[in-house]
């Protein structure tokens, strides 16, 4: 059994207008996931006794732009198409998957949860078709109803504390893999599954998964006040946390996550405030600068004493003949901050930025990777290429692969990460 294209079928001759039944689904609503197929009896069927759950031989499937469907076969999954058009049900053809947008890794599913039957080349007993909403589903609200804690790095003040936020957004998910949805989630609903019926269920799982993304997107020094700008980092790491309830059993991805300004304790932010205030004083040009601000303000407010302009002038003079003169000298004699003495040029604005930051404080670039170094398989980080194990959690250097080699003369590719389409060596199609 199997689907054939009713245009290639019309062309054949074959099954040209001999359908006799048409199964279809109209544009599903934003809250349906699932829905079964509706269907459409023609004077041709065979399937003359009212059952809904019987595919006549020649029967036409119609499926729409953003739809995935599959025929159940006694339960079993026997056919899959999530490519738009008409197709034709032939039960002497072999089964084909048709799977369109979802990419080939529907195929591996299918192997391993899927089974064809034959029963001797008749129809089984209860064959149904339903149809999956595989569109981006958006506007998923969720908030954090206790604080999450989250690790500021800041090498630039030296700070380096948990702190505890709040964050509240939207996110949207997708189905990638209708058939581990429908293993797994929603097999042989009578009618259609709705989003009301597992939403509480994601969104408990969305918030639980917020604190190892988090954790991650704070190994790159990300201040808090920046997480909502990457958005595509946290998704990233969203599905990441997800991959083993979400991607593995339910055949869900997280497509993107908007955050709306993340909030801190106000303990929390006046540590940060006075951290990175404290740190600004140590260039002596503004430590000066304040120092004299504040001598002013003095000389102003004692200009105004209740006693008498000459005392509380005569105030400030003692005080500043104790220490005020001998502070600046020192402040003075301060060496000058100076300029980085390494940097990288940011890909997207061209500007120079210190080699410590992480990202470029002019647009949010993230830092590219150096040269020669190699990802942490483990926790992700960026690693000197002489190093054997990663500093920051132990994680092996993963063995390099073997460069590909030319298929006519055996000579090994220039850039392996690139291979040419043509030896240089012998001149032949590189890949044989």
């Not at 969720?142 to 936020?165: A, H, S």
């Not at 997800?242 to 059993?249: P, Q, R, T, V």
Request: charged share 20%; with cysteine; net charge neutral.
């Amino acid at each position: 059994m199997g689907l054939i294209s009713a245009l290639i079928g019309s062309a054949g001759g074959v099954l040209a207008d001999q359908w006799k039944e048409f199964f279809y689904c109209e544009a599903m609503p934003f809250d349906v996931l699932m829905k079964k197929g509706e269907k459409v009896v023609g004077g041709r069927s065979s399937n003359t006794k009212g059952s809904d759950n019987i595919i006549s031989n020649g029967s036409k499937i119609a499926v729409a732009d953003g739809q995935c469907m599959i025929i159940v076969e006694q339960g079993k999954i026997v056919e899959v198409c999530a490519e738009p058009g008409e197709f034709i049900y032939d039960t002497s053809s072999e089964p084909s998957i048709f799977y369109g947008g979802l990419g080939k890794g529907i195929l591996n599913t299918f192997k391993q949860i899927g089974k064809r039957f034959t029963f001797g080349g008749d129809t089984g007993k209860d064959q149904r078709v339903y149809y999956f909403n595989t569109k981006e589903l958006m506007d998923n609200k969720f908030g954090t109803n206790n604080p999450i804690p989250f690790r500021v790095c800041d090498k630039r003040v030296n700070l380096d504390v948990d702190v505890d936020l709040r964050c509240n957004g939207v996110y949207s998910y997708r189905i990638a893999d209708p058939l581990l949805f429908y293993t797994n989630v929603c097999a042989n609903v009578p009618y259609e599954f709705k989003r009301s019926e597992i939403d509480t269920q994601l969104k408990t799982e969305f918030v639980s998964a917020l604190q190892p993304a988090l954790a991650k997107l704070s190994l790159l020094q990300m201040r808090p006040s920046e997480i909502p700008a990457h958005a595509e980092e946290l998704s990233d790491a969203m599905n990441e946390a997800l991959s083993k309830k979400w991607g593995e059993m339910r055949g869900l991805v997280v497509v993107n996550v908007a955050m709306n300004p993340i909030t801190l304790t106000p303990e929390d932010a006046a540590m940060i405030k006075s951290a990175q205030k404290a740190a600004m004083y140590t260039d002596p040009t503004i430590a000066i600068a304040s120092r004299v601000e504040a001598t002013n303000t003095a000389m102003v407010d004692a200009a105004n004493n209740a006693n008498g302009a000459v005392a509380g002038l005569a105030g400030v003079g003692m005080i500043g003949g104790m220490n005020g003169g001998s502070d600046l000298n020192a402040l003075s004699n301060m060496p000058r901050p100076t300029a980085p003495a390494a940097t990288w040029t940011c890909a997207k604005c061209g500007q120079a930025v210190d080699e410590k930051f992480g990202f470029c404080p002019f647009c949010g670039e993230k830092k590219p990777a150096p040269v020669g170094t190699w990802t942490c398989t483990n926790c992700g980080n960026a690693v000197d290429g002489n190093f054997a194990f990663c500093p920051n959690c132990g994680n092996k250097k993963p063995a390099a692969a073997a460069a590909p080699v030319c298929a006519n003369c055996g000579s090994p590719a220039p850039d392996p990460a690139n291979p040419p389409k043509f030896c240089p060596n012998c001149g032949k199609p590189f890949a044989g």
